[in-house]
């Protein structure tokens, strides 16, 4: 694979960061490097990362790194506190009038919702929900008008319900809504926008070396302070590995057992995450990883 090199001087230091990869591939490190040598505040882009509960196996930067560069919206939320892209975006637009912001993490809809604007279409209520998911799809599809029938992928059931639930719920369509979609809170044409992809056998072997780091800084620690409030249902209890770890705990499966589980599951989301660059950051500046040059950023 061929190494595209990222040069720091030809990086604009006046400009707002993002960094966009798949988990281990070295994300956080290469946000503090630029921090360091250029100046800026790291905002956290990761949905997981943003609870606390479980720093270590969502891999939240470690106190010896929040201590060299100012960090926001790391652990900041309760283990079952509700948090959406747009509880997100108001977040940080207060944080994009300070000092340079470098946002980074692995949560696609974050910096596309912050790129692009993100449509503020009320959440579906519980019954509403219900009864969507008691319609055959042929159904919730003939109830659609022919304009947003249109433009969806009828064969995706979960796009199809959710116009149906939109409209159920506001009286208004799915494209109405989308329509109204504000401008975005950060253009990606006003940032320097990095999208890492590694090559895939590099990021294997680092996402294996990952659990065993995790368990050597504590990973059984954080799961014995997080048993008596364990409730799978929880948002933080969506960290991959969590269930596993709780398991590992309770001696309901072995430690081999606990490190193939968490290591095929992190591999699966790394491949969505390498999905969702290749499909929605074709604008983006895509960085082959890894990146072998010490005089350049190692990531």
């Given amino acids: ?41 790291i905002i956290n882009g990761d949905a997981l990362q943003g609870y606390q509960g479980w720093p270590i196996l969502t891999a939240q930067p470690p106190a010896q790194d929040l201590a060299r560069v100012p960090h926001h919206l790391y652990g900041h939320l309760a283990y079952d506190a509700p948090y959406s892209v747009g509880d997100w975006l108001r977040d940080v637009a207060p944080l994009l009038k300070g000092a340079r912001p470098i946002i980074v993490g692995g949560t696609g809809l974050y910096f596309s919702a912050l790129t692009e604007g993100l449509a503020e279409i009320p959440l579906t209520p519980a019954a509403v929900r219900a009864k969507a998911d008691a319609i055959a799809l042929p159904d919730l599809i003939a109830a659609l008008d022919a304009e947003t029938a249109a433009g969806l992928d009828l064969n995706n059931r979960a796009r199809v319900q959710r116009a149906w639930e939109v409209f159920e719920t506001t009286g208004r369509t799915i494209r109405h809504w989308q329509e109204q979609t504000p401008p ?116």
């Fill in 1 to 41: 694979m061929g190494h595209r090199m990222i040069d720091l001087s030809k990086i604009d230091a006046g400009k707002p960061i993002l960094i966009y990869g798949p988990t281990a591939s070295g994300k956080s490190g290469l946000a503090l490097k630029i921090a360091e040598e250029q100046g800026g505040v």
């Fill in 184 to 299: 975005p809170t950060l253009p990606l044409d006003a940032c320097t926008a990095l999208a890492l992809l590694p090559d895939v056998d590099w990021l294997n072997t680092r996402i294996a070396q990952r659990f065993d780091v995790m368990m050597e800084a504590g990973a059984m620690t954080e799961a014995e302070a997080m048993s008596p409030h364990w409730d799978r249902n929880a948002p933080s209890s969506k960290a991959i590995g969590a269930r596993e770890m709780i398991q590992l705990l309770n001696g309901d499966i072995t430690p081999d057992s606990a490190r193939e589980a968490i290591i095929v599951a992190t591999r699966q989301y790394a491949k969505r995450q390498r999905t969702w660059l290749r499909s929605r950051m074709k604008r983006w500046r895509i960085v082959p990883l890894p990146n072998v040059d010490e005089n350049t950023l190692s990531t």
